[in-house]
């Protein structure tokens, strides 16, 4: 066969999500990526040891920083995303983390939305600041002025969520990546919620896009990792960055000043964080997340299908006081997920109940096909309470600035038959 279908960049997302990255003949013809289930590599000879290790030659050495398995993973979400490079990490939570120490040194800045991930708020307000890296909170993400506010010298990165958690509040991110660029500075995403399927944030000025894979990338709620994946082609020896400008400086001879300037991110977070932090994915997870990845664009149009479906029933129904779910008219947030989704708003919704935290409760106790989680994007429908959960522990403040309330659960709509997800709802509310 002569056609290679793994590096043709003129295929679409579906055909991508089953064969970029992956030439069987590099791997005896095997269909199925293999699992290097292998900790470390004979180096061969001498002169190929120096040639690794100087990252003069691709190849791999020790799997705390490289892996073919990986290799595969990172090239094909790097093609469904279209970026430039990525890389596979053990959890979002690592991905997110060590994106920013590539990116921040004590006394240095991150910009972004009080509507987080729990674990992303916790990492910028109260881990990152012991060692002299500090959030900055926008509290109104709509309100451009307010981010503009917070940009001093040293601001390293803009970073929020395309789909923003549990609210599922959508951010003009054109208008912020034109600013954040206007400072010279990268804008970082986090599109776990909805894939590069519904929406690949490269198209809209991002820089740096991190992943929760754990979510509907592996699809099944049965592994844990993480991805960060880089466009690519942004300036990071502008003056904001001197690691950046130190790094490049030692290894452009080595690397090839041309390759390290459009990836210089994903070197620099390799070579460095991978290599001595070591939060790297196992193959076996890379595995378990390309057999995910294969069915993501069938799996999200269902996904995002049955979540409309129950959007509009739970909208109608006289025990829900508010319903937020950026796909439905009453949204604050209908104009923009029309214009960055057209392919749907993601699966996610959460609800505010008129009967307060007990009504809300009582629904939990009482559905019997969603199941009572704290994790999203699973093939199965999940419901949590985040107040007293996912949020715990933060104050009344903290939470409200987050959008989560003690009337509201958290829906996660799995490809379930929509007519029993919505009969299970119905009972449980009624
Ligand atoms: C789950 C999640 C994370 C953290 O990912 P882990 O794989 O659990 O470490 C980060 N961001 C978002 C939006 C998430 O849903």
């Known amino acids: ?3 290679e279908a793994y590096n043709d960049d003129s ?13 069987p003949a590099e791997h005896n013809r095997s269909k199925a ?37 990986n290799a595969v993973l990172e090239k094909r979400i790097a093609a469904l995303e279209g970026g430039a490079a990525a890389l596979s990490m053990a959890s979002g939570m690592a991905a997110i983390s060590n ?11 991150i910009v972004a939305v009080t509507t987080l991930y729990g674990g992303s708020t916790t990492l910028l307000s109260s881990i990152l600041p012991q060692y002299g890296v500090i959030g900055r909170f926008v509290e109104d993400g709509n309100d451009i002025r307010a981010y503009e506010r917070l940009i001093t010298g040293k601001t390293k990165a803009i970073y929020l969520e395309s789909l923003g958690n549990p609210g599922m ?22 599109n776990t919620f909805a894939t590069p ?9 991002a820089d740096i896009v991190c992943y929760s894979a754990t979510k509907y990338l592996a699809g099944h709620g049965t592994v844990i990792g993480g991805l960060v994946v880089e466009k690519g082609g942004f300036d990071y020896r502008n003056g904001r960055f001197p690691q950046m400008e130190q790094f490049y400086d030692e290894y452009k001879d080595s690397i090839g000043g041309e390759e390290l300037r459009k990836t210089l991110f994903t070197k620099r977070l390799r070579i460095v964080y991978l290599t001595d932090l070591g939060a790297h994915m196992s193959p076996m997870q890379a595995f378990f997340l390309l057999q995910g990845i294969e069915t993501l664009s069938l799996r999200m149009e269902r996904h995002t299908e049955n979540a409309r479906k129950i959007a509009v029933f739970l909208d109608d129904h006289p025990a829900v006081k508010q319903v937020a779910y950026p ?4 949204s604050p947030y209908y104009a923009l997920a029309r214009r960055y989704f057209p392919r749907g708003a993601g699966a996610i919704l959460s609800i505010r109940l008129k009967g307060g935290r007990e009504k809300a409760l009582a629904v939990l106790k009482k559905v019997r096909v969603f199941d009572y989680m704290v994790n999203v994007g699973d093939a199965k429908s999940l419901i949590v309470h985040p107040a007293s959960s996912t949020h715990f522990g933060q104050s009344a ?3 409200e600035a987050a959008g989560v309330y003690n009337d509201m659960l958290r829906l996660s709509v799995g490809i379930e038959d929509a007519e029993d997800l919505i009969n299970d709802l119905k009972r449980a509310l009624d």
């Open 33 to 69: 990526v293999p699992i290097y289930q292998t900790a470390a590599f004979e180096l061969g000879d001498y002169d190929r040891c120096v040639r690794l290790f100087s990252y003069a030659e691709e190849g791999h050495s020790y799997v705390r920083f490289s892996n073919p398995t």
């Open 99 to 109: 994106a920013f120490l590539n990116l921040a040194r004590s006394g240095d800045e």
């Open 11 to 23: 295929l679409g997302f579906a055909t991508k999500q089953l064969h970029a990255g992956y030439n």
């Open 1 to 3: 066969m002569s056609y």
């Open 397 to 399: 403040a903290q939470q």
């Open 197 to 205: 399927y519904l929406f690949r944030p490269f198209d809209h000025g």
């Open 327 to 330: 796909g439905l008219p009453s």
């Open 169 to 190: 509040n959508i951010v003009d991110m054109e208008e912020i990546a034109e600013l954040a660029h206007r400072h010279g500075v990268p804008l970082v995403v986090d």
